[in-house]
């Protein structure tokens, strides 16, 4: 459908009403020519545009982030520190990380902050945007100096923009929902700790998590749902069956104990054998390396923060965050033929990640760990039919275990190694494979998506995200 408007003047929320007011009632965000945009904000030329609500991610999205800055406010006035960043959650809500000056937030601060937002939202206030210089940011933001240290890292000359809702103003991107009512239910879901930019070396923050809802009805439905998720936690079930502990001593390192093992051992004869039968090859790689090595395969310049590290006679050496490095050297190891392709190597080897204290979450987040890894050697033109092969063994055995899962092409980031033309082939490669293995174009239900900037710093990848039971 087309519908005429006037340059710097038609909103897409003037659209929206002209089409319906049901529409315009539920709309959150736009997307014009495919990028957010918020339903007040003027449109600059003829475009492409699309009304979001609650029922889209990008509607989401936006109503947690609008959210995340009420929290903020509210945080702001009753602790009076700091505020850094809050963003919104893929995977559901939003939080927010302020500098506290060692005050402690607490479970008995949940209520209140909830009647600080409910306030807020209630009070139908509407997010201005705001389009500063980088001196007028500096001037605004002086009192902050998280906000300072994030805005001195922008170029020169670029344009920073801020929200305005009532007399609360954060720095950010946007964009946000229309008005504060369109949050009609909303609740504070735990508290951590985090550090400054996720490096242990700056300041420690206090991080309160939310979610919130354009329906009342969907925040019961959600608090229905935690109830439901408590009594499948499988830290609790871990504990009850005595299948495995964790130790203070430790951090986010499981000890399997031995009702634990029997499971585990099933589990990777079980995946053995499936290697077996799908030609792959197992080796078992060291778990230290020279730093040398991780300086060849780039994990020293982009994922040292990442890596435990320690010094012996005085050469540096890197505990394995993953397999990828040690599979090359074997590989390497002497001459290959083509005909000896592909080659399918698969290790259950030990590794490490320097994951943040904070983040640290039973068996889903450690900093010690193995899976069923494997790297596949192949000649360019055997690429497809292994990704392919790849996936159908992926889709065996997650439907042994009745998991639904959804597929992502994750794309070069801003911070990458190797040519960019090898990437775009690359990328091109994983899309034809994704297109073949589902059935789909990009972007089709039941098929896959662009998840645009997230591929690892070596290349692009196929995400796979899985579903549990709820």
């Known amino acids: 459908t087309v519908k005429d408007g006037i340059k710097s003047k038609t909103s897409p929320m003037d659209i929206a009403m002209a089409i319906s007011e049901n529409l315009a009632k539920k709309a959150l965000v736009a997307l014009v020519n495919g990028k957010e945009w918020d339903m007040e904000r003027p449109l600059e030329a003829d475009c492409s545009l699309k009304i979001c609500d609650f029922e889209s991610l990008e509607g989401k999205m936006v109503l947690w982030h609008s959210t995340a800055h009420m929290l903020g406010e509210a945080m702001e006035y009753k602790y009076k520190g700091e505020l850094c960043i809050g963003p919104p959650l893929e995977e559901g809500g939003f939080y927010y990380d302020m500098h506290t000056h060692g005050l402690t937030v607490t479970d008995a601060d949940f209520k209140d902050l909830e009647n600080r937002v409910d306030k807020i939202a209630k009070s139908k206030r509407t997010f201005q945007r705001m389009e500063l210089t980088k001196d007028e940011a500096r001037t605004m933001f002086s009192y902050n100096k998280f906000k300072m240290e994030l805005i001195e890292k922008l170029e020169e000359g670029t344009t920073i923009t801020a929200y305005r809702d009532g007399p609360f103003i954060d720095l950010c991107r946007g964009p946000h929902v229309p008005h504060s009512h369109r949050i009609k239910a909303m609740t504070v879901t735990k508290i951590g700790q985090a550090y400054w930019l996720g ?37 609790l079930i871990g504990k009850n069956q005595e299948l495995f502990m964790f130790h203070p001593l430790s951090p986010g390192s499981a000890f399997f104990l031995p009702h634990g093992m029997r499971i585990y051992n099933a589990l990777v004869q079980f995946l053995r054998d499936e290697y077996w039968k799908r030609g792959y090859l197992e080796v078992n790689s060291p778990n230290v390396y020279d730093f040398a090595l991780w300086e060849t395969s780039g994990h020293a310049q982009n994922y040292r923060e990442n890596m435990f590290s320690f010094t012996v006679e005085n050469r540096e050496f890197g505990l394995k965050p993953m397999n990828c490095p040690g599979h090359c050297l074997i590989f390497g190891s002497k001459n290959r033929s083509y005909r000896e392709l592909p080659i399918r190597m698969a290790d259950f ?18 900093r010690r760990f193995q899976q069923d890894d494997a790297h596949i050697f192949c000649m360019p033109e055997q690429v497809s039919q292994e990704v ?20 992502d092409l994750s794309t070069r980031p801003e911070k990458y190694m190797g040519e960019l033309s090898l990437w775009n082939k690359a990328e091109a490669e994983l899309g034809e494979a994704l297109e073949q293995f589902t059935g789909k174009k990009c972007g089709e239900k039941g098929g896959w998506q662009i998840n645009a900037g997230d591929g690892a710093f070596y290349g692009p990848k196929i995400d796979i995200k899985i579903f549990d039971a709820l």
């Open 199 to 235: 490096k242990p070396e700056n300041p420690s923050l206090q991080r309160v998590y939310g979610i919130s809802f354009p329906d009342p009805k969907l925040l019961k439905e959600y608090k229905m749902f935690l109830e439901e998720a408590a009594k499948r936690d499988h830290r």
């Open 349 to 366: 080897g030990v590794l490490h990640r320097n994951e943040a204290s904070g983040a640290l979450t039973g068996l889903t987040r450690v």
């Open 388 to 407: 392919l092969g790849y996936l159908d063994f992926l889709k065996y055995v997650y439907g042994i275990f009745g998991f639904t899962f959804e597929l």
